[in-house]
Each structure stands twice: as C-alpha cells, then as structure tokens.
C-alpha cells in the first residue's frame, strides 16, 4: 500500500500532510485508514503537544477519488454502511484527539475535505482558497461529515452552503467562522506556526481537558447538571499536579516545568 500521508516531526509537534497532489488529495478508504492510524497514534504519544494537519499541491482535498467513487457505485446498501462507517470513524478520530490539531489550508478544500478542516480544533487558510459542499449536485448530501461542519460554520450558514453547493471564498468562510484565520500563502507558515506556539507554551494536561471541555459544553443547554459536571472539571485541574504548578509557577514568577523541561 503506497502512503497517503506523511508524519514529520519536530519537537512536540508532528504535521500530518497529505501527499496526493497528484488526486487534488481526495480521499480513498487507504488514506482514511492512514488518517485514522496517524492520529491515534500520535494522539497516544506522550512527546507531542500539537499536530498540524496539512497537504501539498494546489489543493487541501477535493473530497472523495474518482476511482473510490466508482467502486462505491457499485456497492450494496451493507457495503455503503461499512464504507461510511470508516470514515466516520476516521474523523471522530482526528475530533477526539487528546492532543490540538490545526488545519493547514493551503488551497481548495471541496466536499469530505470539509469535514477535514471542521474536525481540527483550529483551522488557519491561505487567503486564495476555495470551499464548497458540492454533495447536492452528485444527488448525495454531506451526511458523515455534517456534525462536525455544522458545529464549525452554524446551521444558518450550512443551510445555505450545504442545499446550494455553491462555492465560496477564503472570506467568507472566515466571515461564517469555518475557519479562524487568514493568512498569503507567503504567511500562512508563520501564522500557524504562531499558533502551534501558544499550544506547546501551555500546559499540555490543561489543553487536552479544555479541548474535551468545549465538545461537551458546546451548545449544551446550561443545565444544573451541566453546572455540576464544570464545578467538577475545575475542581481536578486545581489538584492535579499541572494545575499546582501552573498557579505556583504564577505566583513565584518563574516558568511553570512543562516549558522548563521543553
């Protein structure tokens, strides 16, 4: 099996990037099983504090290969159950991540490449991309992919994208919060290296349970037992041995040991 994709790593943070520029790096069952192993087993890794996810040639992903899609025509109902469930897995693996991850967009994300982008916690575009949910137009919809990229743009902006497949610009999809930044493509390094920064300058136990905090807060109605769970969560980060050192190191003025040690 040829790889898909492939792992550098500096430091504590290791970039993932697709290597099919060739495909416009559209996605087939072996790059989502290579997607899927990268990140948990980097997400496992106790060296790594941040994972860029990125892609070379023109294009971040086009979505689903040609030659995938013609296979999956001819599949049974069984077959498109077992097919999708892959996938699905595959980006609930890269959302579930322990450790942060970051969208890396340097050009053209189309139909599952979406979901690549809303599944990362932070995603920082070049400022000529192109986005489009172009489900409707193959007479599919953007199933597997939708709780992740309606958490991400809002469901007033998906109604729009998601039932007219039209495409859209690099500002709107800041301007609908798809993605949070917008950098050239002669910035778009330094601007995400600004972000891998603030993640591994933080400690790393605090940002593993901030990044499970907003998955399970988000759009949570604000309820007693919601009230409890957040008590509970601050109650531990303050015992826990990260949480100690971080106010000690505060209130001593000096680095906290997570960046002395680094």
Same mark, same amino acid.
């Given at each position: 099996m040829n790889s898909a994709v492939r792992i550098d790593t500096r430091g504590h943070v290791a970039t993932v990037t697709l290597v099919r520029p060739e495909v416009r790096n559209a996605f087939n069952d072996e790059v989502i099983a290579q997607l899927s192993e990268a990140f948990m087993r980097l997400g496992g890794d106790s060296q790594i504090r941040a994972i860029v996810l990125a892609a070379e040639g023109p294009a971040f992903c086009a979505g689903a290969d040609l030659n995938w899609m013609r296979r999956m025509a001819d599949y049974t109902r069984d077959e498109n159950l077992a097919d999708a469930a892959q996938l699905a897995f595959m980006l609930r693996t890269i959302y579930e991540c322990p450790k942060p991850t970051i969208a890396r967009v340097q050009g053209d994300v189309y139909a599952g490449g979406m979901g690549l982008v809303a599944v990362c916690d932070v995603a920082i575009s070049v400022d000529t991309a192109h986005f489009c949910l172009s489900e409707v137009k193959l007479g599919l919809i953007p199933a597997t992919i939708?709780?992740?990229?309606?958490?991400?743009?809002?469901?007033?902006?998906?109604?729009?994208?998601?039932?007219?497949?039209?495409?859209? +610009? &690099?500002?709107? %999809?800041?301007?609908?919060?798809? =993605? @949070?930044? $917008?950098? #050239? /493509? +002669? &910035?778009?390094? %330094?601007?995400?290296?600004?972000? =891998? @920064?603030? $993640?591994? #300058? /933080?400690?790393?136990?605090?940002?593993?349970q901030c990044k499970r905090l907003v998955q399970d807060v988000a759009e949570r109605d604000i309820s007693r037992l919601l009230i409890e769970r957040t008590v509970e969560d601050i109650a531990d980060i303050r015992a826990s041995d990260e949480g100690k050192e971080g106010v000690q190191s505060f209130l001593q003025k000096r680095k906290p040991n997570w960046l002395v040690t680094s």
């Open positions: 939708s709780p992740y990229v309606i958490r991400a743009m809002g469901p007033r902006a998906a109604h729009r994208w998601f039932l007219t497949a039209e495409r859209f +610009d &690099a500002a709107e %999809a800041l301007r609908i919060g798809f =993605v @949070h930044e $917008l950098a #050239s /493509a +002669d &910035a778009l390094d %330094a601007k995400v290296g600004e972000i =891998v @920064h603030a $993640l591994v #300058s /933080a400690s790393p136990n605090a940002v593993r």
